[in-house]
């Protein structure tokens, strides 16, 4: 409303597959900029973090990394020495299936926790639940990770199981 007041185009999108198609845009964009700028020593050097909790996101954005072959080297970043400038971010309790396939591919990737005020916080956190309902399609594959990980753990601990 507020856009068409002013005389401007709606920057909204209609729906969400042309919110996803936008942010898979942006993310390839980004990432061959800092792949063109890797190349050059003395470019000044640009970071960002891939936030998403959409799976397709994530491999489009890890297709693209690979195929620039871009090193990401997880000690530079936790440095904060960032070395090739790009990470991944998840919100803590979602898309943990995302995570760990993450750092299965040695990606370096954090998991956030917003904080702040409960009157600041609830309503972010529902925003994010509502965006990304499709996530919680995926929360009983997170307990089955969860499940096999404790009993991993506890094979490791006691040999007879």
């Known amino acids: 409303m507020w856009a068409s007041n002013g005389g401007y185009d709606c920057p909204l999108f209609s729906t969400i597959e042309q919110t996803h198609l936008s942010y898979d845009e942006a993310v390839r964009w980004t990432i061959n900029v800092i792949s063109r700028q890797l190349q050059h020593e003395s ?3 640009m970071q960002t973090i891939i936030a998403t909790h959409n799976l397709h996101s994530v491999q489009l954005a890890t297709h693209v990394i690979q195929s620039e072959k871009i090193r990401l080297e997880r000690e530079y970043m936790l440095a904060a020495r960032f070395n090739s400038g790009i990470c991944f971010a998840q919100l803590h309790g979602m898309s943990d299936q995302i995570t760990l396939a993450l750092a299965d591919l040695q990606m370096p990737v954090y998991k956030y926790l917003p ?5 600041d916080v609830i309503p972010y956190l529902i925003r994010r639940s509502e965006e990304n309902s499709s996530v919680f399609r995926h929360v009983s594959s997170d307990g089955n990770i969860a ?3 404790i009993a991993s753990r506890l094979r490791n601990c006691i040999p007879f199981l």
């Open 43 to 45: 470019a000044p050097q």
């Open 115 to 119: 904080f702040g005020p409960v009157q």
């Open 147 to 149: 499940i096999k990980e």
